[in-house]
Structures are given as structure tokens and as C-alpha cells.
């Protein structure tokens, strides 16, 4: 669910335009894909506590998960991520 979560708000924050979810159960975890409309990849932000936080989701995403990969098209971009049983 925080993973989800932090992929979802990053769309909503950073690219234009509609997004998707997708998930597949598969027999040792879950396949989560997010497309978004932004052809920009997303990159780590430091982490400043003092200005109202943010900047760690992406540092979550890539802790939370065995694997993290970034597809840019035409179009937009999906992010596929893995997460274990």
C-alpha cells in the first residue's frame, strides 16, 4: 500500500494528465506498473525534515522493493516495481 501510495502522489505531484495502475499477483509477489504522461524520469530528492518534509518516496519505493525499473516512451513512462512476498 505505501508503495502504491508513493508512486500514485508522485503522478499526481509531478506529470500531467491521467495515470494508471496496474497490478499482477505473480507466485512470489506482486508486479505493480504505474504510467504516467511525463517522459521525465523520476529522480531521488534530498530529504529536508525542516521545510515540511517530502523527498523520501522514491528512497521508500527502491528500499520497499526487489526490483524498480523506468520505461520512457513517445507517450509517457511506466514504472514497474517488485514487491516480495
Not at 494528465?17 to 508486479?31: A, Y
Not at 517530502?54 to 520497499?64: K, Q
Amino acid at each position: 500500500l505505501l508503495v502504491v501510495t508513493e508512486l500514485a502522489a508522485n503522478v499526481i505531484q509531478y506529470a500531467p494528465g491521467p495515470f494508471g495502475l496496474h497490478m499482477r499477483r505473480t507466485f512470489d509477489g506482486v508486479h505493480v506498473t504505474m504510467h504516467d504522461t511525463s517522459t521525465t524520469r523520476p529522480e531521488p530528492r534530498p530529504f529536508h525534515p525542516n521545510a515540511g518534509g517530502g523527498g523520501i518516496g522514491w528512497h521508500l519505493v527502491h528500499t520497499l522493493c526487489d526490483q524498480v525499473s523506468v520505461v520512457v516512451q513517445d507517450e509517457g513512462k511506466d514504472i514497474h516495481v517488485f514487491l516480495p512476498w
